[in-house]
């Protein structure tokens, strides 16, 4: 069974949405985990099921419960915080499928450099108030230019986990 999404304007619930990251480090050894403190966004569905919106993160309010940590990834080595703020996901197509599967293409700005970039999401809860997005993808941080790698501790991918809450804002006119 697919679910239905009201046709409208959707605002994302700030306090209740989460968009976190994981990468091993230290050859892989050790997980870092993290999360940003500040994120926001919107987007619409259209008549015919589809959507598109943005979500908008800022780098400045990434955690790892480490201080030192934090202020060497909000670097230059990593997402350049004070150059660019902000870190968005344009979504040129969201698409339900399969039941709740949600299939979401969009393109992915860090540090001003934009990739395009896909992934499978699962809808949470669509019936009659808000809706939940639990999403989890992959990006190569050196495609967004985070090549620092001392010692090569840093392999591999980073991998991004979201849970992103919207409520209705407007219906479609």
Known sequence: M?????????QLDSTTSTVAVRHRTFWGLVTVKGAFAAVSGNGEVRPDGSAVGTIT??????????????????????????DHPEITFAVRSAELRDGDGVHVVGQLTVRGISRPSSFTGRLVGAD?????????????????????????????LTTIATTLRFTRTTAAA
């Open 2 to 10: 697919t679910v239905a999404v009201e046709t409208g304007t959707w």
């Open 57 to 82: 993160v800022d780098a400045a309010s990434l955690d790892t419960r480490n201080a030192k940590r934090d202020e060497h990834l909000r670097s230059a080595d990593f997402l350049d915080a004070a």
């Open 128 to 156: 009659d108030g808000p809706l939940t997005l639990d999403a989890e993808f992959t990006v190569d941080r050196e495609h967004f230019g985070m090549s620092w790698n001392q010692l090569g501790m840093m392999r591999g």
